[in-house]
């Protein structure tokens, strides 16, 4: 399945959105200061948790010309991670 709802057995199956999985093991978050993903064509979605290297969290994520998807879950904050020194370019 994975974040997208994407039916892998081959079936057309496929449900729609993006779900919340951040309490399913395994799951991995993205921690850096920079994401760049402005030549991907493609859809993406990243999960980010927040910059830890920095002081203010800040994060600089970049997406492409895809339709895609940028979802903030630093667990245990109340703003998931995002905060005014976060920007986010798509």
Request: proline share 0%.
């Amino acid at each position: 399945g994975g974040l997208n709802r994407i039916d892998t057995s081959g079936a057309a199956a496929d449900g729609s959105g993006v779900q919340d999985l951040s309490l399913t093991a395994g799951q991995v978050k993205l921690v850096a200061g920079v994401i760049d993903a402005s030549a991907e064509l493609a859809n993406v979605t990243v999960r980010v948790s927040t910059n830890t290297s920095a002081v203010n969290g800040g994060q600089k994520i970049t997406m492409g010309a895809g339709n895609d998807t940028v979802i903030f879950d630093n667990i245990q904050d109340t703003r998931a991670g995002l905060t005014i020194s976060d920007t986010v370019a798509g």
